[in-house]
Nanobody, 117 residues
Framework: QVQVVESGGGLVQPGGSLRLSCKAS????????MGWYRQAPGMQREEVAT???????NYADSVKGRFFISRDNAKGMLYLQMNSLKPEDTAVYYC???????????WGQGTQVTVSS
């Protein structure tokens, strides 16, 4: 019943920007911890940015100052604004929703971000 769906990925040139979106349903969104993760080919999934139910944020060192995570609780939406994109940002980006009551993670299907000239 919980559904997490990402969108907004695509092909962008180095230095460009993209905004990813995530729609989460079937949970009380405002109470959920949310995050963006990414996985490049042959690599493990890594945390990119998180935003807690209280609004606190955390970013991976590799994206700090370039990426910005935000949420719209009224719409049940999570966003990731990605600026100054680099080829090493190329990955499948996944949206994560954590039900705090059980600490259970729900994952979206992923959206491909490719940074290339």
């Amino acid at each position: 019943q919980v559904q997490v769906v990402e969108s907004g990925g695509g092909l962008v040139q180095p230095g460009g920007s993209l905004r990813l979106s995530c729609k989460a349903s079937g949970i009380i969104f405002r109470l959920a911890n949310m995050g963006w993760y990414r996985q490049a080919p042959g690599m493990q999934r890594e945390e990119v940015a998180t935003i807690l139910s209280g609004g606190g944020t955390n970013y991976a060192d590799s994206v700090k100052g370039r990426f910005f995570i935000s949420r719209d609780n009224a719409k049940g939406m999570l966003y990731l604004q990605m600026n100054s994109l680099k080829p090493e940002d190329t990955a499948v980006y996944y949206c994560n929703a954590q039900r705090r009551s059980t600490a259970y993670d729900y994952w979206g299907q992923g959206t491909q971000v490719t940074v290339s000239s």
